[in-house]
């Protein structure tokens, strides 16, 4: 049995490690000069966090504002100073080459989520450019519908001077040494979380699957509007109300 104790000082450290994790995390996106835009409220207790995937800035950004883990790859795991982050913030390995492993990370997943705490999915399954979600798997999401916790969409883009926000996803077999000088290149740089309503507990998990997926590409449909619809604005404004030059003057006289 465990010295009477022992789970208190385990919680401590965790609680110790997320801090600093947090902390990190925040100076990170302050040296690639990354604003973070937060939208919208989770609700408080254990949730599962099922977002769109974008880049490695994902899970950085989210880490940076809110008290959460993660499901990811464990081939991550071996990855210098990422591994150790991921152990200390309780990450949800997964070997995605083995089938069978799908089973033990639903039955980590939902003692996890058991124990109050917030997990952030990707269901995607590798990250995009963000121009269109792709299918969701739908296998991790039964640990929400065992432990009946809420599943709460969260739609995730980037922004950036002169439309170049798709500059800031990682795709493809990228290296971060690569990616990383063409991040830091980019000016007003911004990375937005919108946090969508928490759906209504569903039947099975590729209903709540569709469901996240669905409100998903409607917010980021709609928020690529409004983008498109400020620009236009800018566009009119700046060729329409520019300051009156000299000779303008003379003919207004």
């Known amino acids: 049995m465990p010295a009477p104790g022992t789970g208190m000082r385990q919680h401590m450290v965790r609680l110790g490690a997320r801090f600093i994790a947090r902390w990190l995390c925040r100076g990170v996106l302050r040296l690639l000069g990354i604003e973070v835009r937060r939208v919208g409220m989770l609700p408080t207790g254990p949730a599962l966090l099922v977002a769109n995937h974008l880049s490695w800035i994902d899970i950085v950004a989210m880490v940076a504002q809110y ?3 993660f499901v990811a790859k464990d081939d991550v795991r071996d990855w210098p100073i990422v ?8 990450v949800i390995w997964i070997d995605r080459r083995r089938k069978r492993d799908l089973c033990r990370a639903v039955t980590v997943l939902s ?3 058991r124990q109050d705490t917030r997990v952030v999915l990707f269901p995607e399954g590798t990250t995009t450019i963000g ?11 039964e640990a929400a519908v065992r432990t009946g916790v809420p599943v709460v969409p969260i739609a995730l883009s980037v922004h950036a001077a002169d439309d170049q926000g798709e500059s800031m996803c990682w795709v493809d077999d990228e290296t971060l040494v690569s ?3 063409r991040v830091m290149a980019l ?4 990375f937005e979380i919108r946090v969508l309503a928490p ?8 209903v709540q699957s569709a469901a996240a997926r669905e409100v998903i590409v409607t917010a980021r449909r709609l928020r690529s509007r409004q983008l498109a619809v400020g620009r236009e604005v800018n566009t009119f404004a700046k060729q329409n109300f520019r300051p009156i030059d000299s000779s303008d003057r003379e003919i207004a006289r």
């Open 83 to 90: 591994g150790l982050l991921g152990e200390a913030l309780g």
């Open 67 to 69: 008290d959460c883990t």
């Open 111 to 113: 003692a996890a989520l």
């Open 199 to 206: 759906l209504a507990a569903g039947p099975t998990r590729k």
């Open 179 to 181: 990616h990383l000088p």
């Open 131 to 141: 121009r269109q979600t792709l299918p969701f798997r739908s296998s991790l999401l």
């Open 187 to 190: 000016r007003d740089k911004r």
